[in-house]
């Protein structure tokens, strides 16, 4: 078993930044690369991005440039940097772990003015 517990969210206002943290639990040896997707309301969920437990990084092409994973092994947390954000990227926002079925509960990004 993976426990993940997303946090970070909020009302942010177009063109500011926002952290999200995702702290994982339980079973971690079984977790190699993390990811981050969001889904928009009436839309599909969508990958954002994904770090391996080395560091390498893959990123959606919507959000190249702006947003930056990362993750802290000793603290056993992912991180997702979010800059210039716009109002498209309103969204649940959900940690995964990648090849496995644990899914975090998901944090809530508003971005309005």
């Known amino acids: 078993q993976v426990q993940l517990v997303e946090s970070g969210g909020g009302l942010v206002q177009p063109g500011g930044p926002r952290r999200l943290s995702c702290a994982a639990s339980g079973s971690i040896w079984r977790i190699k690369t993390m990811g981050w997707y969001r889904q928009a309301p009436g839309k599909q969920r969508e990958l954002v991005a994904t770090?391996?437990?080395?560091?390498?990084?893959n990123y959606a092409d919507s959000v190249k440039g702006r947003f930056t994973i990362s993750r802290d092994n000793a603290k056993n947390t992912v991180y997702l940097q979010m800059n210039s954000l716009k109002p498209e990227d309103t969204a649940v926002y959900y940690c995964k772990a990648m090849g496995t079925v644990y899914w975090g509960q998901g944090t809530q990004v508003t971005v309005s003015s």
């Open positions: 770090i391996t437990r080395g560091g390498t990084t």
